[in-house]
């Protein structure tokens, strides 16, 4: 029961935002006072981030977000483990789960493969990945969203808004996944404004802060006054573009 409550209340603010390992980097985390589970032990929750990191004032941080407010409200310890290459990932689900927690979440579709390896030999720990596939084990399960609708809503403002006719978007990686947040922006905005021009670019990277930025002023000049972004911490590329150019972006 506490394992679907904090896995409730991560998903959560998922939605509304979020030791040592030789490959992985640093587990960190504290521990909560005075809340004990029914074994009189302390609820142990961790998140392995992707390689954005834990600051990436994007989807690792909102994770990492939703564990401490799990440890504010239901008095859990969260911890985490960044991940600086795909590489990490089995070293860093592997490390969290022969540390003890209880349940441990892979944040992002990137860990499918690394989850299905290790979910099944560590079978006394809980996985969870978020916007992936979970593997047929009885101790892994998926978070997933239907990203295209709040998209959608994002696209019908933009459309609504726009003062040019066009707008843009910025995604990460290429993939199924993100092709649901560029087709529901894309179908809101026509809704709103039939003759929207929409610009769409990838940056082909969901770390490349640079060529967020790059790709989100070629839009400006392409005409785009507003720029969604689903790009993890190249999203943010798409901000400083539009502070660069003022008023009305």
């Not at 390689?51 to 939703?66: E, L, Q, R, V, Y």
Request: proline share 2%; hydrophobic share 40%.
């Amino acid at each position: 029961m506490r394992f679907w409550r904090v896995w409730l209340l991560f998903a959560g603010v998922i939605l509304l935002s979020g030791c040592g390992n030789q490959n992985g980097g640093t587990a960190h985390g504290g521990r909560a006072s005075g809340s004990t589970g029914a074994t009189g032990k302390t609820f142990k929750a961790a998140v392995v981030t992707d390689t954005g990191g834990i600051d990436d004032k994007s989807f690792n941080a909102s994770a990492w977000s939703g564990l401490k407010r799990a440890e504010k409200e239901l008095g859990i310890t969260p911890a985490y483990l960044e991940s600086h290459s795909q590489s990490d990932y089995v070293t860093n689900l592997s490390t969290l789960s022969d540390q003890g927690n209880n349940v441990v979440f892979a944040v992002g579709y990137l860990m499918e493969d690394a989850l299905s390896e290790v979910a099944p030999a560590k079978s006394n720990t809980k996985f969870v990945i978020i916007d992936g596939s979970a593997p047929t084990a009885p101790n892994a399960l998926s978070i997933k969203f239907r990203e295209e609708e709040g998209c959608f809503l994002a696209g019908y403002l933009a459309g609504r808004m726009t003062k040019t006719g066009a707008i843009g978007f910025l995604g990460g990686k290429e993939g199924a996944l993100i092709t649901k947040f560029e087709s529901g922006y894309y179908a809101g905005a026509r809704t709103a404004r039939p003759d929207v021009r929409m610009i769409p670019k990838y940056t082909g990277d969901f770390n490349d802060l640079s060529k967020g930025t790059e790709l989100s002023r070629e839009m400006i000049r392409q005409g785009a006054d507003i720029i969604f972004q689903a790009a993890g911490k190249s999203g943010l590329g798409a901000i400083h573009a539009a502070e660069e150019k003022g008023a009305g972006y």
